[in-house]
């Protein structure tokens, strides 16, 4: 089959999740438009608003010269990118809760700046604006995601993949996250991967260095997935293991077509974004502001 990126199924950490958590939930969040708009949907809350714009600060680094990276303070660049998320575009119900989720964010970036550890060396930064490659080309699929950093490792000339957290969660051992990001910094720049580490920046002070996973398992895990994915899309199965009474990954997504939810705005990647008034939306559904 000849390569055509716009005909291939594309893949991510954040749709393979999805899916895995509930079929119905990928179809919501990765699948379906709404007819009036033709835009995809995106339910939005505090934790995804305080990730979405800690990472865009933290990231806005990799692109500024060693030297000069840290004149600005990053609390102000904060201030500039919250406004994108203020009020109902936050998911906040009230002030109180917009300025606790603010306060959060300002807490991490100053920990950045008063321990800029990697931050401070020289970063490796891909070419793509969205990161992506052939996971497979007989079967049409590509695997795409963002990086959040690639600190250079002159000795080895080599890089160490870095993704920072901003969740309370830890990040689970069986997650496929490093898996992903693995394989893309592999197939989307020269240079080896021989470190790789997560930053919890809400509580510490560096990073925590993880194992690497093993590529070859990595590459068949996940492309299975992806296959099973291309099948449900193409025979168009993709209900909930619950049934009709749906779970905790869907229902919430069923809300907007339910008309149960608030259309408050539209995001950078032209999705019609809603809230849940009257409800609280767990942090692990709101976690896609990653393709």
């Known amino acids: 089959m000849a390569k055509d990126k716009y005909s291939a199924v594309w ?14 939930s990928y179809y919501l969040k990765n699948v379906y438009k709404d ?25 806005s680094l990799s692109v500024i010269p060693t030297e000069s990276r840290f004149e600005e303070s990053l609390v102000l660049k904060f201030d500039k990118v919250w406004e994108k998320y203020t009020g109902k575009m936050g998911g906040f119900r009230n002030i109180e809760q917009e300025h606790q ?16 550890g990697p931050l401070g060396n020289k970063a490796v930064k891909i070419s ?31 890089v160490n993949i870095i ?23 592999r197939n989307c720049q020269k240079r080896s ?26 590459q068949q895990k996940i492309l299975n997935i992806a296959r099973e994915i291309k099948l449900a899309r193409k ?29 408050v705005g539209e995001n950078d990647y032209h999705q019609d974004v809603y809230i849940l008034p009257d409800k609280e939306v767990s942090e692990d559904l709101l976690n896609s502001f990653i393709i």
């Open 11 to 24: 893949v991510s950490h954040t749709s393979l999740n999805d899916y895995l958590k509930c079929p119905r």
């Open 35 to 59: 007819p009036k708009t033709g835009h995809k949907i995106q339910l939005t809350g505090p934790s995804l608003a305080l990730g979405a714009s800690v990472h865009e600060v933290v990231e």
């Open 101 to 116: 989720f603010k306060e959060r964010g300002k807490s991490m970036l100053r920990r950045v700046m008063d321990n800029p």
């Open 128 to 158: 793509q604006e969205l990161p992506y490659y052939w996971l497979s080309e007989d079967d049409n699929i590509i695997l795409c995601g963002k990086v959040d950093w690639l600190e250079y490792l002159p000795d080895t000339d080599s």
């Open 163 to 185: 993704d920072f957290k901003t969740g309370k969660k830890k990040e689970e051992k069986e997650s496929l996250q490093l898996p992903i990001y693995l394989l893309l910094v």
């Open 193 to 218: 991967v021989t470190k790789a580490s997560y930053w919890y920046l809400e509580t510490d002070n560096i990073p925590t260095e993880v194992n690497l996973p093993d590529t070859s398992e990595s």
């Open 235 to 263: 025979l168009d199965k993709m209900s909930c293991p619950n049934g009709k009474d749906g779970c905790i990954y869907c229902r919430p997504m069923e809300s907007i077509l339910n008309k149960e939810a608030e259309l």
